[in-house]
């Protein structure tokens, strides 16, 4: 598996081939609190990168999340809308959201490596 | 306006709070465990909530007192017992309501506790309407700090004796360390509890001793979910100075007497409420899958006509689901009703439901 990377939405992706696995960063986890109700996109769904693709609900406010890849959705998580906990526990391993296929693989070269990112997330905690 | 920080404010960021500006003022609204547990400990344990941003008014006065403030308030004054509590809301003219509060008759007069974002409001309002005539106050110098939760009574008769025989919404003055404080056994959470009025300079003494005996502070995010699983209104989301306590479904916060005599500020759409010109009323909303819906959610009937909207709207930890209220026409409000809620532009089924969702507990 590739190195992890990270956007400025505060989601995380890794690479397996032309597949990439993305969910929402330990910080971001943190910031929202309890989640309490995940909604993901469909599979064979078409997404922009930075467009939305799935929904976050903690027990205060619902967070749109967004894919920092475009192309097609192969699978979703579907052990985090029956446990919306699983993000907390483990939001950048189990707790993942959704599979792409990849489109355009050099979207990921605009992302931050995880000392970037984690200076990036301290300067915009929100 | 400057934001303002209670008492407490260095101990809660001790105790690892997290804090959102709140009614104008920087408000712990959760700990480091997190809402749901803080939830969870207020039903099954005790939580501590500092809820000194409220406004804490005394009005002295006897009777001639009680006759003014039945003018603004709906509430049965002449009933009202010594120590009494009982929940109300100060009227504007169009039957809407400026604030929700509750009066304690006491000794010297009243005590009235206000929601922190209407208190400056509602002193100018009363303040004006009493003309002079009486002694008021709106207390700068007293904290407020809630004790919630099934272990509330034994816990806090250790440290303040006597309080354990308060009947719910009951209260009366007890000794700390040698000094008055007046507590009331009453809440915002559905459990059993209490609300102890204590002055700034010994609210951390009392906190710190609360947490020694295995309280945990809450903050404002659980008191949320608590007070929805409750079934109890928030003001400026769920009542406002446009729904009338009839709509609101708060008809039994008035008493008899005064629906029936009025002569108070307001009473002409109170009354034509209470005689048949309802047309909407506030509800339990229970979603039929994990959607949550929240404050603005359009509500439709089953044949997709608009009947209402969400004002509140949450995850409830002890319901283990999603729950909310708002307002639907009058002729959707019955239990069961089969509604739906436009979420993110899909509709999703829901019923209008019991309130509260979840049962009280306290103790009468």
Known sequence: MSEKKYSKQHEWVTIEGDVATIGITTHAAEMLGDVVFVELPEKGKSVEKEGQAGVVESTKAASDVYTPITGEITDTNQSIVDDPGAVNKDPEGSGWFFKIKIKNKSELDQLMSKTDYDKFAKENPN | ?364
Not at chain 2, 132 to 157: C, D, M, R
């Open chain 2, 1 to 364: 306006m400057e934001t303002q920080r209670t008492a407490l404010y260095e101990y809660h960021k001790s105790l690892g709070a997290k804090f959102v500006p709140f009614a104008g003022y920087e408000m712990p609204v959760q700990y480091s465990s997190g809402i749901v547990d803080e939830h969870k400990i207020t039903r099954n344990s005790a939580g501590m909530f500092d809820v000194s941003h409220m406004g804490q008014l005394s009005i002295e006065g006897n009777a001639d007192l009680a006759v003014e403030l039945e003018k603004i308030i709906p509430i049965d004054l002449k009933k009202i017992k010594l120590n009494q509590s009982k929940y109300s809301f100060l009227t504007n003219k169009k039957g809407g309501i400026y604030d929700d509060l509750i009066v304690t008759k006491v000794e010297k007069g009243f005590n009235v506790i206000l929601n922190a974002a209407c208190k400056d409001n509602d002193f100018k309002i009363i303040n004006n309407f009493l003309n002079n005539k009486f002694k008021i106050i709106l207390h700068k110098n007293l904290s407020l700090i809630a004790l919630q939760g099934p272990k509330s009574s034994e816990i806090l008769e250790k440290i303040i004796s006597g309080i354990s025989s308060l009947k719910f919404m009951n209260g009366n003055k007890f000794s700390y360390n040698g000094k008055d404080v007046y507590i009331t056994r009453s809440g915002y959470t559905g459990e059993d509890g209490f609300e102890i009025s204590i002055s700034n300079e010994f609210v951390e003494n009392l906190a710190k001793e609360l947490i020694s005996q295995d309280v945990k502070p809450i903050g404002l995010g659980a008191r949320d979910t608590l007070r929805l699983e409750a079934g109890l209104c928030l003001y400026g989301h769920d009542i406002n100075e446009s729904t009338s306590p009839i709509e609101a479904n708060l008809k039994w916060a008035i008493s008899n007497r005064r629906r029936e005599e009025g002569g108070f500020v307001g009473y002409n759409k109170i009354k034509s409420d209470l005689n048949g010109s309802l047309s909407r009323l506030r509800v339990g909303i229970k979603p039929e899958g994990k959607i949550i819906a929240r404050e603005g959610v359009k509500i439709f009937s089953e044949d997709g006509k608009e009947i209402g909207s969400i004002t509140s709207g949450t995850f409830g930890p002890s319901v283990n689901g999603p729950i909310a209220m708002g307002y639907v026409k009058l002729d959707f409000s019955k239990l069961g009703t089969k509604v739906s809620l436009e979420v993110r532009g899909k509709k999703h089924e829901a019923k209008v439901s019991k309130l509260p969702f979840y049962k009280k507990n306290y103790v009468r």
